[in-house]
């Protein structure tokens, strides 16, 4: 199937059912799926499937596209694994680009949370295709003492 006319909601793989959380700019990647990480609470994996949309002019996914996800599924694991839940803020994000994926390709971050601290929380992405490393991510997130403008479904 020519991947202009693929739905970015074909062959979902077992497990993955589409998410609604954060804003609307995490929206507009979408649709975004994501799965639980069994036996650690609050933590999912994000999948999407790379569109067109998500490409620069060489026909690979863009690096602000992957820098995207890899700080929204840092951010939203960060905060559903916060007991209590608070909300928080990127203070940094460090990417090392390992590779590229695209359109038709599923892509996953798959997250682990290092540390959450009173006001500070650490965490590390590794965006894939399959086993293939897409971008390697590090981020550091500040709580922010606000509650989110729209309400996270």
């Known amino acids: ?4 006319h693929m739905p970015a909601d074909a062959a ?3 497990g993955f059912e589409r998410i609604a959380h ?3 700019y995490f929206a507009a990647l979408g649709p975004v799926y994501g799965k639980p990480v069994p036996g650690v609470d609050g ?3 994000l999948g999407l499937r790379v569109q067109d949309k998500h490409t620069n002019v060489l026909g690979v996914t863009h690096g602000g596209m992957l820098a995207t996800v890899a700080d929204c599924a840092l951010g939203m694991n960060v905060f559903l694994t916060r007991r209590p839940q608070q909300s928080m803020v990127t203070v940094s994000l460090t990417t090392d680009y390992l590779s590229s994926a695209k359109p038709g390709d ?3 971050a ?3 949370v290092r540390r959450q601290g009173a006001r500070l929380a650490f965490a590390e992405c590794l965006l894939q295709v399959d086993e293939r490393v ?4 590090s981020g550091v997130f ?3 003492g606000r509650e989110p403008t729209r309400p996270r479904a």
């Open 1 to 4: 199937m020519n991947e202009e």
């Open 12 to 14: 979902v793989p077992a």
């Open 22 to 24: 954060g804003g609307p």
């Open 43 to 45: 933590l999912v994996v």
């Open 106 to 108: 599923w892509l996953e």
């Open 110 to 112: 798959h997250v682990t």
């Open 134 to 137: 897409i971008l390697r991510a």
């Open 142 to 144: 500040s709580v922010t």
